[in-house]
Every structure is written in structure tokens, then in C-alpha cells.
T-cell receptor, first 109, second 114 residues
Framework: GENVEQHPSTLSVQEGDSAVIKCTYS??????FPWYKQELGKRPQLIID?????GEKKDQRIAVTLNKTAKHFSLHITETQPEDSAVYFC????????FGKGTKLTVNP | KAGVTQTPRYLIKTRGQQVTLSCSPI?????VSWYQQTPGQGLQFLFE???????NKGNFPGRFSGRQFSNSRSEMNVSTLELGDSALYLC?????????????FGPGTRLLVL
């Protein structure tokens, strides 16, 4: 079945810096890659997603890139703000969503 | 449009008991998926229901079961609870549950097994 690896597990940046989180997946049949943000005690919220027919997608300060050949995708957050602090999960579809282990992002003011 | 709702929000049970959790999807959504979230294992897929039928199943023992009703509301049941079943149980809904569809999560039910 599908396996998703996510790195790093923790990331600390200064406000205004960029943050990059990387994920790899194993099943070449996977064709949908969402990213979720989960704040402490809250539900995961979709922040951006990408489908296999697209290489890059951007939404304001957030962008995701997908390399299907290498089977990896990345989340890029620019101009980070303290409210970006949360745990971020990448996922790939294989039946249900298969999630990475998460990255705890801390943005220091 | 109201979001995904789950009841109860918190539960405390003892080993050997069973528990039933409920999930009401976003209006019009017919697919409901269930996930278990623990600090050690992260978010893991349990199963997915569409039109009252289980379509996909994750790698969990048979003690974990579910069902879906004609109004798309779903329940999951865990029998013979073990300490390791303590977790946040999340459900997510989408219109058809197709692989490229966004899933919207509920707030979760936090289960503590003593």
C-alpha cells in the first residue's frame, strides 16, 4: 500500500522567513496530494492541494510543488507569521488518505 | 453550510467495553471516512463509507467497525476496548469520496480508555 514520508518533523523559523516541508510517496497510482494544517486541539483544515496533472499550485503565501517522476511533493510557506504555527500534514490518496507523520512548525516573532 | 459534526466530543471508557461514535457529514456529502489520530502513529485511515456501503478499509482489526445510514450519517464502533485505542477519532466527508476530492474533517471525538 501507499507510504508517505514527511520531513522535517519539527521546523522553527523566524517571522518573515520561508518554510519548506517535503514529502515522498511510494504508490505511483496516487494522484491527489492535499496538505492539512492542524492547530492544537482543532480539526485538520485543508490549506492547499495539488492533483497529478499539475506541477505547481500557489495560493497567496502558500505553494505546493509536485514531482511525479521522483514521487515527491513539497509545501512552501513564504513570509511566515506567528499564526502559521501549527502541525502540517501531507497526504496522498490510496483508497483513503495516507498521511505523513506531520511537521510541527513554530514561527518565532 | 454547517460543517462536519461529531458526537460525543469526549469519552472515557474502561478496557473491555465497547464504544459508538457518530459523525454527521456536510449536507449533500455522501462519503464519510474515519481516521484515528495518535501521537505515535499519526493519522491513520480506518474505513470509508459511501451510500451505506463500505468501500475502503484500512489496516485495523475487526474490533473496529462502522456503518452508514441512508441520510449519510455514519457511526463507528470499537468493541473490546484496549488501552491502545485511546486516540482522537476524526471523520471526514466529501461528495462522492473520489480519490481527487477534498475531504473535510469534523472536530473529532477524543476517546480515553482506562
Amino acid at each position: 500500500g501507499e507510504n508517505v514520508e514527511q520531513h522535517p518533523s519539527t521546523l522553527s523559523v523566524q517571522e518573515g522567513d520561508s518554510a519548506v516541508i517535503k514529502c515522498t510517496y511510494s504508490d505511483s497510482a496516487s494522484n491527489y496530494f492535499p496538505w492539512y494544517k492542524q492547530e492544537l486541539g482543532k480539526r485538520p483544515q485543508l490549506i492547499i492541494d495539488i492533483r497529478s496533472n499539475v506541477g505547481e499550485k500557489k495560493d497567496q503565501r502558500i505553494a505546493v510543488t509536485l514531482n511525479k517522476t521522483a514521487k515527491h511533493f513539497s509545501l512552501h510557506i513564504t513570509e511566515t507569521q506567528p499564526e502559521d504555527s501549527a502541525v502540517y500534514f501531507c497526504a496522498a490518496t490510496s483508497g483513503g488518505l495516507v498521511f505523513g507523520k506531520g511537521t510541527k512548525l513554530t514561527v518565532n516573532p | 453550510k454547517a460543517g462536519v459534526t461529531q458526537t460525543p466530543r469526549y469519552l472515557i471508557k474502561t478496557r473491555g467495553q465497547q464504544v459508538t461514535l457518530s459523525c454527521s457529514p456536510i449536507s449533500g456529502h455522501r462519503s464519510v471516512s474515519w481516521y484515528q489520530q495518535t501521537p505515535g502513529q499519526g493519522l491513520q485511515f480506518l474505513f470509508e463509507y459511501f451510500s451505506e456501503t463500505q468501500r475502503n478499509k484500512g489496516n485495523f482489526p475487526g474490533r473496529f467497525s462502522g456503518r452508514q445510514f441512508s441520510n449519510s450519517r455514519s457511526e463507528m464502533n470499537v468493541s473490546t476496548l484496549e488501552l491502545g485505542d485511546s486516540a482522537l477519532y476524526l471523520c471526514a466527508s466529501s461528495f462522492y469520496g473520489s480519490p481527487q476530492e477534498t475531504q473535510y474533517f469534523g472536530p473529532g471525538t477524543r476517546l480515553l480508555v482506562l
